[in-house]
């Protein structure tokens, strides 16, 4: 089956420099790979995703970047500020279905 | 829009007795629900897929005697754990799809005593 893995587990930033975390995976059918960001004992909110058609989508502080051929994707956040703060999960569908598999999740501590 | 609810929010309850843990998409219609697991600071756990009208796939390792889903209608799905025991204590968390997005619900924190 699907297997993601997630890196850093932990990133600490200063307030206003970029954060970089990052996904392989390891199905080539996987065609859907969403970020997910939660805060402690919250639900998991979709912050960007992009599908296999594109190399790269962007909103405002926040891109994706997709590698099809190398199976991977970051998040790459701009301009760090301390309400970033959370934990962000990766994740890709299984091939030819809808569910998702998540990835080992990064704490990202964005210091003032 | 894309809201998912969750029921209840917290629950405790002795071993040995059922909780059904509810999950309604509230302004869209879903005829693919999920049902996953999350252990404090670890990512989330996939249980299985709900699918409206039709029995739900279980991922491998879960048991489906144990961890009861229907999804009656296209906004209701539930999951009943069966004769809960002390390590089904975990937070659970539904996502409904919508327009091939899932979007979560707030998640039930179940404590079995």
């Known amino acids: 089956g699907e297997n993601v893995e997630q890196h850093p587990s932990t990133l600490s930033v200063q307030e206003g420099d970029s954060a970089v975390i990052k996904c392989t995976y390891s199905d080539s059918a996987s065609n859907y790979f969403p970020w997910y960001k939660q805060e402690l004992g919250k639900r998991p909110q979709l912050i960007i995703d992009i599908r296999s058609n594109v190399g790269e989508k962007k909103d405002q502080r926040i891109a994706v970047t997709l590698n099809k051929t190398a199976k991977h994707f970051s998040l790459h956040i701009t301009e760090t500020q301390p309400e970033d703060s959370a934990v962000y999960f990766c994740a890709v569908n299984g091939g030819a279905t809808n569910k998702l598999i998540f990835g080992t999740g990064t704490l990202l501590a964005v210091q003032p | 829009g894309a809201v998912v609810s969750q029921h209840p929010s917290r629950v405790i309850c002795k071993s040995g007795t059922s909780v059904k843990i509810e999950c309604r998409s509230l302004?869209?219609?879903?005829?693919?629900m999920f049902w996953y697991r999350q252990f404090p600071k670890k990512s989330l756990m996939l249980m299985a897929t709900?699918?409206?009208?039709?029995?739900?796939?279980?991922e491998q390792g879960v048991e489906k005697d144990k961890f009861l889903i229907n999804h009656a209608s296209l906004t209701l799905s539930t999951l009943t754990v069966t004769s809960a025991h002390p390590e089904d204590s975990s937070f659970y968390i539904c996502?409904?799809?919508?327009?091939?997005?899932?979007?979560f619900g707030p998640g039930t924190r179940l404590l079995v005593l």
């Open positions: 709900s699918n409206e009208g039709s029995k739900a796939t279980y």
């Open positions: 302004d869209f219609q879903a005829t693919t």
């Open positions: 996502s409904a799809e919508s327009e091939e997005t899932q979007y």
